[in-house]
C-alpha cells in the first residue's frame, strides 16, 4: 500500500519562500518519477514539477528558476524548495508517485514546446498541502 503525505505548506507573502515535504511510505524512488502538482482556483490540476529516478528534475516555464525540487532516498521524502512565490502559486499542492521513469512530454503549445506533466502518468497521490501567496 502507498501512501503519500505533504507537508510544510502555508501562508507566505509575494517574494517569500515555502518548502514542502512529501514522504512516501510503500514506495521506493528507484521506481518511478515522483512530481509536485498544483489545483489553483481552476478546475485542472496543473503538474509543475518532477524528478526521476536518477534525480533528474524537470520543471514548468512558470516555476523554473523558482522552484527546486528534490528528495532524500534514505528518508524516502520528495521536496520542493518555494522561492519567489507569487499570489498565482496559490493552492492546494499534491505529491504524486509514478510506476515509470517518464515523468513528462513536451507539446508544442502556441508556437514553442513546453514540459507537460500529465496526471495520468502518476497513480499514487498525497491529500495535498494549501499554499496562499498573497500580501
Known amino acids: 500500500q502507498v501512501h503519500l503525505v505533504e507537508s510544510g505548506g502555508g501562508s507566505a507573502q509575494p517574494g517569500g519562500s515555502l518548502k514542502l515535504s512529501c514522504t512516501a511510505s510503500g514506495y521506493t524512488h528507484s521506481r518511478g518519477c515522483m512530481a509536485w502538482f498544483r489545483q489553483g482556483p481552476g478546475p485542472e490540476r496543473e503538474g509543475v514539477a518532477t524528478?526521476?529516478?536518477?534525480?533528474?528534475?524537470g520543471y514548468v516555464e512558470s516555476v523554473k528558476g523558482r522552484f527546486t525540487i528534490s528528495r532524500d532516498n534514505a528518508k524516502n521524502t520528495l521536496y520542493l524548495q518555494m522561492n519567489s512565490l507569487k499570489p498565482e502559486d496559490t493552492g492546494m499542492y499534491y505529491c504524486a508517485a509514478g510506476p515509470r521513469d517518464i515523468c513528462a512530454v513536451w507539446s508544442y503549445v502556441k508556437g514553442a514546446f513546453a514540459y507537460t506533466i500529465k496526471e495520468d502518468d502518476y497513480n499514487y497521490w498525497g491529500q495535498g498541502t494549501q499554499v496562499t501567496v498573497s500580501s
Open positions: 524528478i526521476d529516478t536518477n534525480g533528474r528534475p
